[in-house]
């Protein structure tokens, strides 16, 4: 194959004659790579992939790089849509990109059209903040019967996401998966439909100089039989990607799973370069861990929970958000309650010593009277009135730390900011705020969520603060924590 990368110089989407060429851009069939001229040309022969054994299936994809974005979300072309002797080029537009910047990550959604109706609208009432979201594969059920109904309506919804959304495969994506005829010459079976729809299994981009790369996880062997971790052909891919970036770039890795019992090999290639996080799915569980210094997050199944990552200057924030259940409880599918609907009973058995206010108007700012704590579990119901930004302020000292929301539901800590608790309409905010173990837990309306460290040395005041006007506290309630047993 040959062709051009070339960037769309009027934004027309069009191929013009004065769109330039971009150097030094790879182009990848998910196997070898080229790298694009002076001229943004390049030339590539297609190799052959294992793990897509019709070969008209494969698929060609630019790994775009930093400061742009693909025109009209195009970034692949399929081998079958491919016309022999045919010129296959991409056409991107320049994008301004910055630090900080947030994406969301979905995943599991398993006949939930991409996490429906719910997840969609959710990601459009957050505008402009989310400049994409990963979604890390099982879609669906991926059968030959019902593989053009279902991947159609996943290309649909993909399309009229409101942010970029890129996919990754997942076992339950991969037709006859379970059976020999996934390695069948039939364009239902295996990865067909999924390359045909969705796109390219392994690709990569780069975004705010924050490279991200995609992959895809199952191994499957002649007798049909599923191999958890990532497969060979997959990890020579990836070393070969990550090399060709700049050393010490910051990476992340999305994909559906990861594990490769008794084989670090995939590890191995990641502790090389600086990955950052890699994010999965299949376990239907929100779980943060870190192996091999490298840290690694699933994220529940998508019926309502998700992620959203700010990738900062240096690190990242990770929020919980839920978008279905009630205020009391959250109860899904597959996993039963969410992150954010855990109980707190293990704190009641701890508090101590307890303040309480109801109905009172703060214009400044009012301490709870006689309330000192290191540890503390606080529950507020707070109307935000004319204020423009209020909260709580913890500590005094060099250990004053404030926690605050404003008027439009943004949320800020320790100089972390997130437009996360802005997503609902709420008149009421239910803040609830524990302090404990270093770690302080913040929660608004149990849809939000977000966890920082703090580790006061001292015990310290706790105080409700209100500028720019004034919130009224329906009620207050702070218990100080005894040390845990």
Request: with cysteine; aromatic share 10%; proline share 5%.
């Amino acid at each position: 194959m040959s062709g051009r990368v070339l960037l769309d110089s009027n934004g027309n989407g069009k191929i013009d004659a004065g769109d330039k060429g971009l150097a030094d851009v790879y182009v990848s069939d998910g196997v070898a790579f080229a790298r694009t001229a002076a001229d943004g040309s390049y030339a590539l022969n297609f190799a052959d992939d294992p793990l897509v054994p019709y070969k008209p299936a494969q698929v060609l994809a630019v790994n775009w790089p930093s400061g742009t974005w693909p025109v009209g979300r195009r970034y692949w072309v399929r081998r079958s849509d491919i016309k022999a002797g045919e010129n296959v080029d991409f056409l991107l537009h320049e994008m301004k990109q910055s630090l900080p910047f947030t994406f969301a990550h979905g995943t599991d959604p398993h006949d939930n059209v991409c996490g429906g109706d719910g997840f969609r609208d959710d990601i459009a009432r957050m505008g402009d903040p989310v400049k994409f979201c990963v979604m890390t594969g099982d879609l669906g059920y991926a059968t030959r019967d019902g593989a053009e109904k279902m991947f159609t309506s996943l290309r649909d919804a993909t399309q009229k996401f409101p942010v970029p959304l890129l996919h990754a495969p997942g076992n339950h994506d991969i037709c006859d998966i379970h059976t020999t005829k996934w390695t069948e010459q039939d364009p239902l079976a295996g990865y067909g439909p999924y390359t045909k729809y969705l796109g390219p299994l392994r690709y990569s981009f780069t975004y705010a100089g924050v490279h991200f790369v995609s992959l895809d996880w199952a191994r499957i062997n002649e007798k049909g039989e599923l191999q958890t971790g990532t497969p060979d052909t997959v990890i020579e891919w990836v070393k070969r990607d990550l090399a060709n970036q700049k050393p010490g770039t910051r990476t992340f890795v999305f994909m559906h799973h990861d594990f490769r019992h008794g084989d670090d090999t995939f590890w191995d290639a990641l502790l090389k370069h600086k990955v950052e996080l890699v994010i999965a799915g299949h376990s239907h569980r929100n779980k943060e861990e870190t192996r091999r210094d490298i840290m690694r997050m699933t994220t529940q199944n998508l019926c309502g929970p998700y992620r959203l990552i700010t990738v900062r200057d240096a690190g990242h924030d990770i929020v919980n958000r839920c978008f279905t259940g009630t205020e009391a409880e959250h109860r899904h599918s597959y996993a039963g309650q969410c992150k954010m609907a855990l109980p707190f009973a293990p704190l009641a058995a701890r508090r101590g010593a307890r303040a309480e206010l109801t109905h009172k108007e703060v214009k400044d700012v009012l301490a709870l009277e006689g309330f000192k704590a290191r540890a503390f579990d606080l529950i507020a119901e707070i109307e935000p009135g004319t204020a423009k930004r209020f909260g709580v302020r913890v500590g005094a000292g060099k250990d004053a730390r404030e926690l605050a929301l404003t008027r439009a539901g943004e949320f800020e800590f320790g100089g972390v900011r997130s437009f996360a608790a802005r997503a609902r309409a709420d008149k009421t905010y239910r803040v609830r705020v524990v302090l404990d173990g270093g770690k302080v837990l913040a929660q608004v309306n149990n849809r939000f969520e977000y966890e920082g460290a703090l580790a006061p040395t001292e015990p310290g005041p706790v105080m409700l603060f209100a500028e720019g006007g004034a919130v009224t506290l329906k009620r207050v309630e702070a218990w100080e924590l005894k040390p845990a047993k």
